[in-house]
C-alpha cells in the first residue's frame, strides 16, 4: 500500500474515533451543541440536543420558533429577550431555563453560546454553542436544602425542648 494511502487512511481512523468519542462524551455529560445562523434562520443541532430535547431528529426540525416552543411559558418571554439580545448586538449567553418535552415531563438546560462569526459589516452572522440538561443536578440540590433545614429544624427545636 502507498504511503499517502496508508496516512489518507489513518487519518480518517483518526477522525472517527474523534467523532465517536465526542458522540461519547456529550451523551455521558448530557451536553449537546447547536449552532444559529442569524441571517438564514438555519439552526443545526447535535444528536444529544435532540435527546435532551426528548424530540427525533428524523421528525424534530430545529429553528428558532420550534426551539421557542420548548420552553416553559413562564421562562419564555426572558428566553427570547436573551435571543434577540445576542442577534443584534452579538452577547455571549450564559441562561438556565426550562423545557416542556413531549411526555410532559420538565427538563432544566444550562445553555452558553456566543457569536463565533460575523458579516462583513461586523453585525453578528453565527453563534455556537452548547446546552446540557442539569435536571438532576438541580433535583439533587433541592434536596439536599430540603434535608439541611429539616435537619436544621430538628436541632432548633431540640435546642429549645433541652432548654
Known amino acids: 500500500m502507498p504511503r499517502a494511502e496508508r496516512v489518507m487512511r489513518d487519518s480518517e481512523s483518526r477522525r472517527a474515533a ?6 461519547e462524551a456529550q451523551r455521558i455529560a448530557r451536553i449537546g451543541s447547536w ?7 438555519e439552526v443545526c443541532w447535535s444528536h ?3 435527546v435532551n430535547y426528548g424530540v427525533d431528529p428524523e421528525t424534530f426540525v430545529p429553528s ?9 411559558p413562564d421562562d419564555s418571554d426572558r428566553i427570547g429577550e436573551i435571543v434577540r439580545d445576542a442577534m443584534t448586538m452579538g ?12 411526555d410532559g415531563s420538565v427538563r432544566v438546560i444550562l445553555a452558553l453560546g456566543e457569536v463565533t462569526r460575523f458579516d462583513p459589516d ?5 453563534m455556537t454553542g452548547i446546552q446540557q440538561d442539569i435536571t438532576e443536578r438541580r433535583r439533587t440540590e433541592r434536596e ?6 429539616l435537619l436544621q429544624n430538628f436541632l432548633d427545636s431540640l435546642g429549645a425542648a433541652a432548654f
Open 18 to 23: 474523534s467523532e465517536t468519542m465526542l458522540l
Open 35 to 41: 449552532e444559529i445562523d442569524f441571517k438564514s434562520g
Open 48 to 50: 444529544q440536543t435532540y
Open 64 to 72: 428558532l420558533s420550534t426551539f421557542q416552543s420548548c420552553i416553559r
Open 91 to 102: 452577547s455571549s449567553v450564559e441562561v438556565e431555563f426550562r423545557i416542556v418535552i413531549p
Open 122 to 126: 461586523g453585525s453578528p452572522r453565527v
Open 144 to 149: 439536599a436544602r430540603e434535608s439541611r433545614l
